[in-house]
């Protein structure tokens, strides 16, 4: 390995670890205690050379925030979508979350610091209020498949898909809200997961065609 080489890798270990000890004092002691200081010393760096990474913590906060929904759809968009219609990419959509997401501490930090920064996500893709590229295109893969929902004939035709993500983003956020405001030892990532779980079938139910059987739109259902 060369000097350039090797000099990029420790640049992204040392980034990497910022981020890792940003997500740890969020996590232990809430977003209001993520100060520069703070993080520089978990992360056992200078703040100088802390500085050289990032400008202020709010610019960790929305890498933080950047990272996981540039995961979140690289997962996405590698599931196998051929063949599959709308209750089925909800499905896949939902596995993907769960997988990637199931432990719950990604999402309670990801709450933590869009409560602090007051970012929240507008239900609806295309109104050119998010900054996120990534962020809009998930949320563009879920408006979608709402629409393939409404086309294979199981939700209400006249269903505004933006109304829909706008519903399943505030209920998961009053989720995640309330377990975030308990002790780290109190909270219990599988209960949360089973009650977005449970309340996003909930949803589908309510979104559904009349005369649709709830059997088409169960969530561990197979295409």
Known sequence: MGIAERKEREKNERRNAIL?????IILLNGVEHASMAEIARV????????????????????????????????????????????????RSLWRGYSEMFGN????????????????WIPSDPRAGEIKSPHVSAILECIYGMIERCKADGLFDPGLDPADAV??????????????????????????????????????????????????LLDLTGTE
């Open 43 to 90: 992360a056992e760096l200078s703040k100088a050379t802390l500085y050289l990474y990032f400008p202020n913590k709010e610019a960790i906060f929305n890498e933080i925030c950047e990272e996981a929904a540039r995961g979140f759809l690289e997962r996405l968009q590698s599931m196998p979508s051929e063949g599959l219609g709308g209750m089925g990419a909800l």
């Open 166 to 215: 706008g519903l399943i983003l505030s209920t998961f956020s009053s989720i995640i809200g309330a377990a975030s405001r308990l002790p780290r030892e109190a909270r219990n990532p599988q209960a949360m997961l089973g009650e977005m779980t449970k309340t996003f079938q909930v949803i589908i139910r309510g979104l559904a065609r009349e005369g649709v059987g709830h059997s």
């Open 104 to 119: 719950g501490d990604e999402m309670l930090v990801i709450f933590q610091v869009r409560s602090y920064m007051r970012t």
């Open 20 to 24: 890792s000890s940003a997500r740890e």
